[in-house]
């Protein structure tokens, strides 16, 4: 088997067992919208008590969009390395690890966003939550790329350099909105809005030299 197969087939490999995470995670965000409990619903009613779910729905509905949005990137990505070695292995294990840890800050907002007392706490875990799988992707791409160590050597310098940037500037987004939680957290959230908003433009397609 040649050099280049072994590398494609490694690389595919990966991408299987990413999707499979990024399947079960997405899937495991509707969980944590609860049915109405029978005693509830004698109060309310059904209709109400479904209408009162609507932190839940919002919570999901943001972090559905966030991880399918790292999921349609993390397949570009791959496009982007020519190979991959037990340290890049590991780096998107970590990556993965903080993508599957998702539904657990989204649960803890959805019951707790409107919660006065408990609200900021809900919201700051959120935020550390969104910041994880950034530093994770951050984390693979500039192991990959230092002196075009796994990337594709055909990448425009430029274009490797506008990557850098791009990731750093996610990176700092993300902190920011870590960090400004612990003051305001509504701004926080609102950041985090933002940035989910942003993400859903298209990428700049890879540049390659002739």
């Known amino acids: 088997m040649s050099e ?20 079960i995670a997405i899937t495991l965000l509707v969980l944590e919208v609860k ?38 990137n993390h397949h570009a990505f791959f496009h982007l390395f020519r190979r991959t070695n037990h340290v890049f292995n590991l780096l998107n294990v970590f990556f993965l690890m903080c993508i599957s840890f998702m539904p657990f800050p989204t649960a803890v907002l959805g019951d707790f966003v409107m919660d006065a007392h408990e609200r900021d706490h809900a919201i700051t875990l959120y935020a550390f939550g969104l910041l994880l799988p950034a530093v994770g992707w951050f984390f693979i791409w500039m192991y990959a790329s230092q002196k075009n160590r796994l990337i594709d050597l055909r990448l425009e310098p430029s274009y490797v350099r506008y990557l850098t940037r791009q990731y ?31 993400y859903l433009f298209p990428t700049k397609r890879p540049q390659y030299s002739d």
């Open 4 to 23: 280049e197969h072994r590398s494609e087939r490694d690389l595919n490999r990966i991408e299987a067992f990413s999707d499979g995470v990024f399947a």
């Open 35 to 72: 049915v109405p409990r029978h005693d509830e619903v004698e109060q309310i009613g059904l209709g109400q008590a479904l209408l009162n779910r609507y932190p839940s729905y919002f919570s999901y509905v943001l972090s559905f969009i966030m991880i399918g949005i790292y999921w349609a």
């Open 168 to 198: 750093i500037l996610s990176v700092s987004f993300y902190l920011l909105s870590f960090l400004i939680s612990f003051w305001q957290p509504l701004a926080s959230l609102a950041v985090a809005i933002g940035l989910t908003m942003l």
